[in-house]
């Protein structure tokens, strides 16, 4: 029996169960509900695709329609909403938008890459020059916009807007203009920023994306910078504690995972660790539980029945034991980028060849159930799960697919 030991996030307030509305999904964590997946991919049906510009940032996914982002010929950003079940556009908004990365960045390109959130009314979109914009669902008009560069009197970063906005009820997190910031989602109106930091090198800007989650008794803001783990008071921005994580130029690119009152995380070139959060009498404390030497890079895990299980920057997948620190297993290579999303006892995930997987996740040995190309194009974007349909963001195209669903095992 799998259990799920994650964090638990407030995010939709209009969404229902068969929505892919964020980075990661429904609860930030990779989880998706419905009926259980088969032990194949047999029965992985082509249902519609549309062609699109560049872009990295995964679908969104609503009730009845799919939200995409991209950059047009390389300096114009373009959101569109596609019926979720005949992928017919019904409509597209578009701004100037654009940020070269660094040469040695180049090999991935300048378009758009954070995710959108939708919370069933409104989808807000971060574009490359930390500009955030609030555009209506059904129609796509815009309600508002945050300059966030302008606003605050900030250089735009390096790497564009990489980290995803996250919803909570009535309010926005995003990690922008070199700080972290809670917004009215109605109006783009900051209730606090806090988290400023230099806008040097290896700092400016962020990869990571917020999470919510309760740890050591208080429910919090688990914010990754480039160089540190923090936890942020909700209500008042209020910095709880902070935790250096070792890095290599501020690589600290995935989103943090947590397990019961601990974090787990990863960076490029560097060690896996394990952070325990501890409170006393409304004071905190992290200790180092222990450190293992897997190399993670931008894949984010999934947790299940206390375990990690975590593509590395080596292009393999291991199962990493939370309680000791422990690697279970590592494959051989794979692609160079995993994302990952689970349901019941089984893993589904897409590398950026085009190459989709289903795994069971077992601490004692990889199963690879099965495997299939289902593009021949680079698919950098996050996979999003909706009930039985599964969409795949190509470089240059949404393509949506319909799994059909096993039946359920006994209990």
């Known amino acids: 029996m799998f259990r799920r030991c994650a964090l638990v996030v407030s995010t939709c307030i209009l969404c229902s169960a068969s929505d892919w509305p964020q980075w990661r999904g429904p609860e930030r964590t990779g989880y998706s509900q419905g009926s259980p997946w088969p032990e194949s991919l047999q029965g992985l049906t082509p249902l519609w695709r549309a062609d699109l510009d560049k872009g990295y940032s995964g679908p969104i996914v609503s009730n009845d329609m799919v939200f995409t982002t991209e950059t047009r010929d390389g300096d114009t950003e373009v ?76 250089s735009k970063p390096e ?14 997190y995003v990690q922008a203009a070199h700080s972290t910031i809670k917004l009215k989602k109605s109006t783009g109106e900051a209730v606090w920023r806090t988290l400023e930091h230099a806008s040097g090198s290896f700092e400016t800007g962020a990869f990571s994306s917020p999470a919510i989650a309760v740890i050591a008794g208080k429910r919090q803001l688990l914010v990754q910078d480039r160089l540190r783990l923090n936890g942020v008071d909700l209500e008042t921005g ?49 200790t180092e539980t222990w450190r293992n030497k897997a ?63 289903l795994i069971r996740p077992n601490p004692e040995k990889f199963e690879l159930l099965d495997s299939r190309e289902i593009s021949q194009t680079t698919t950098w974007g996050h996979i999003a799960v909706a009930g039985d349909q599964i969409f795949v963001r190509e470089l240059k195209g949404i393509a949506a697919y319909r799994l059909t669903a096993g039946q359920v095992s006994g209990q």
């Not at 790497?159 to 926005?172: T, W």
């Not at 984010?300 to 292009?315: D, F, K, T």
């Open 79 to 154: 959101v569109r909403g596609f019926d979720r079940n005949t992928g017919k556009e019904l409509w597209q908004v578009s701004w100037k938008g654009k940020i070269s990365v660094p040469f040695y960045a180049k090999r991935s390109g300048d378009w758009i890459r954070a995710t959108p959130a939708w919370d069933g009314k409104t989808l807000y979109v971060a574009g490359m020059e930390e500009v955030l914009v609030a555009l209506d669902g059904k129609t796509g008009q815009e309600t508002w916009r945050v300059d966030f560069p302008r606003r605050y009197q900030t």
């Open 295 to 357: 190399k993670g890079y931008m894949g984010s895990p999934v947790v299940i029945g206390g375990h990690a299980y975590l593509h590395l920057g080596n292009q393999r997948f291991t199962c990493i034991d939370l309680q000791t620190g422990e690697s279970k297993w590592t494959t051989e290579p794979f692609g160079q980028y995993w994302s990952m999303a689970v349901r019941g006892d089984k893993i589904i995930a897409l590398d950026e060849r085009g190459q989709l997987l």
């Open 238 to 286: 209020e910095v709880l504690w902070t935790q250096e994580v070792p890095n290599f130029r501020g690589m600290n690119i995935l989103t943090p995972v947590v397990y019961r009152d601990a974090i787990f995380t990863s960076t490029h070139q560097n060690n896996t660790f394990l952070y325990r959060v501890y409170q006393n009498e409304g004071k905190f404390t992290v």
């Open 159 to 172: 790497f564009g807007f990489a980290s995803s906005p996250l919803l909570d009820g009535e309010f926005l």
